[in-house]
């Protein structure tokens, strides 16, 4: 159902059974799949390429211009997968010239105000509460979570299964299964309780805590810490993908543990 008071620009590809409300505006470059709902005053602008199931409230802004003053109205995308909730005010810009899309996976949850800037990568079952800005270029993995309020640097990396803290400014990348703190950027343990609620084991959560504490808690360096977590840790998917993780960061990790006593 298209509302009368709602404008889709003619050239706009619009899936079955989507609804748009008054005073919502898609432009003319514009995919949106099956079942998806759009909300008043919403409006998605050229580039969108939206999958089924989404749902984009009020006075949300889909795949609008860079905020990157090199940007010089390339043609770009904003590619977003399956059953999103995109809450009230999200602005999310689409790509430029140094990727050339922004991309989204399916299953998140962006609440109100959630800034997502332009070339960013996000994957699938994320949840960024309110007022989170991600700059451009920053990449977050599957099963994040962000708490209200953080802010997270360009072209910073944030691995699968980690936790922010409200409030963090996050400028160095974040290993995945971890929780950082929103005052130090300091290691805070293991995400035992989504890790636990995502299926893992106990004998594997374990194993990802004993990697963690000599990565972060054993005094060693990262990368004489990645060299002693494969001699003493069993080798699987998980323990690899923390320590390429590592190995592979381009802007530095987060600090390692230190006691919020001794730094008082």
């Not at 079955?16 to 759009?38: K, M, Q, R």
């Not at 909730?85 to 602005?91: A, G, K, L, S």
């Not at 130090?184 to 636990?196: C, E, P, Y």
Request: proline share 4%.
């Amino acid at each position: 159902m298209i509302s009368k008071l709602a404008y889709v620009h003619p050239d706009a590809k619009l899936g079955n059974n989507v609804t748009v409300e008054p005073f919502a505006c898609i432009a003319g470059d514009v995919v949106l799949g099956d079942d998806c709902w759009v909300g008043p005053g919403a409006v998605i602008h050229d580039g969108a390429r939206i999958g089924k199931g989404c749902r984009i409230h009020t006075a949300a802004s889909v795949s609008c211009l860079p905020q990157d003053l090199k940007f010089a109205g390339e043609q770009t995308t904003c590619e977003i997968g399956d059953y999103n909730d995109i809450r009230e005010y999200v602005t999310i810009s689409r790509g430029t010239k140094s990727t050339g899309t922004t991309r989204i996976g399916s299953h998140n949850l962006l609440m109100a105000y959630v800034h997502v800037g332009h070339d960013c990568v996000i994957g699938s079952h994320c949840v960024i509460a309110n007022r989170v800005s991600l700059a451009g270029e920053v990449h977050v993995g599957d099963w994040v979570v962000i708490g209200g309020h953080a802010a997270v640097h360009q072209w910073t990396h944030i691995g699968d299964h980690s936790m922010v803290q409200g409030g963090a400014l996050l400028s160095q990348d974040l290993p995945p299964y971890v929780i950082v703190r929103n005052d130090t950027l300091r290691f805070a343990g293991i995400n035992r309780v989504g890790l636990s609620r995502r299926g893992f084991t106990p004998e594997r959560i374990a194993e990802i805590h004993e990697a963690c504490r000599i990565l972060f808690q054993s005094g060693l360096n990262y990368l004489n810490g990645c060299n002693e977590v494969e001699q003493k840790v069993p080798q699987s998917p998980e323990r690899d993908n923390l320590l390429l993780f590592i190995r592979e960061s381009k802007r530095g990790i987060i600090k390692p543990y230190e006691s919020r006593t001794k730094e008082e």
